[in-house]
Each structure stands twice: as structure tokens, then as C-alpha cells.
């Protein structure tokens, strides 16, 4: 007997393309390695045309948003932290001493210690 296409290429224990639900299945790791691959393709052309890098991966996240799994938007807090780490850690591989001013020390102490200053008082005060 010849199975519809449909219930081919659908796995076992998912829902097949023909109940509506269009959404790809395939495993999570997969498709965060899709995201991540596309992620760098498109970082490397908006690198090479001369525009931010920071651009391509974010109109990659937006394109991929329509084809995420569930189990993708579960994992978006995880991959969030990860993202602010790794744009931590990309920041503080780039700062050299030698940029580092004065008056840019000052810029950023200042405001800094104001802040500080107008916490412990409210803590204090009220």
C-alpha cells in the first residue's frame, strides 16, 4: 500500500504536515545549529559589504522566529543569557589599556559613584 507524502516524512509521535500544523520537526540541536550556522553566514556577508555584523545576526533571529519550535521558545531564556555573555565577553576582548583615557575613567567613575551615593542614602533615609 502507498502512504500519502505526507505521513512519510512525518516522524513517529509527531504531527503529520497534513493535520495543519506546518511547522518543520527535527530535533532541537539541529535547529540550533541551524540558527547558529545562518547566524555566521549572514554575520560574514554584512562583514564583508562593510555593515554591522550585529545587524545580520539580529534579522537571522527575527527570519528564524517564524520556523522555531516550541522547544526552541522554551530555551529563549537560556539562549538569551548565553547571548549577553558572549556579547560581555566579545566587548572585553576588545578593550586594550592603551585606549583607555583618563577622561574616560572619569566619565564612567563619576556617574557611577552618583549613583551609588543616591541608592545608599534612599537606603538609609527611607
Do not use: N
Request: charged share 10%; proline share 4%.
Amino acid at each position: 500500500m502507498i502512504q500519502p507524502i505526507s505521513q512519510v516524512l512525518a516522524p513517529s509521535g509527531s504531527v503529520d504536515i497534513s493535520s495543519g500544523d506546518h511547522a518543520a520537526h527535527y530535533p532541537l540541536q539541529l535547529g540550533l545549529a541551524y540558527l547558529f550556522l545562518g547566524g555566521y553566514l549572514v554575520r560574514t556577508v554584512f562583514v564583508s559589504a562593510g555593515l554591522p555584523s550585529s545587524v545580520g545576526v539580529i534579522l537571522v533571529g527575527f527570519v528564524f522566529s517564524f520556523f522555531f519550535q516550541y522547544e526552541l521558545l522554551e530555551a529563549r531564556d537560556a539562549l538569551q543569557e548565553l547571548a549577553f555573555f558572549l556579547v560581555l565577553l566579545t566587548a572585553g576582548m576588545e578593550i586594550r589599556l592603551k585606549d583607555l583615557r583618563v577622561y574616560l575613567f572619569v566619565m564612567a567613575f563619576f556617574p557611577a559613584t552618583c549613583e551609588l551615593i543616591t541608592i545608599a542614602a534612599y537606603g538609609v533615609f527611607v
